[in-house]
């Protein structure tokens, strides 16, 4: 029980941070490319 609880925990935090660096990621493209694809945040 606590394993499954830790593996969906890490499973989570690595969602979080994939979606934290795609936005990272736009926003950066958005800045240079002087457009902010504002659709795209979530």
Known sequence: MQK????ILILHVQ???EKLTL???IYILGLSGELVPSTLYF
Do not use: C, K, L, M
């Open 4 to 7: 499954i609880d830790i593996v």
């Open 15 to 17: 969602s979080t941070r």
């Open 23 to 25: 936005t990272f990621g």
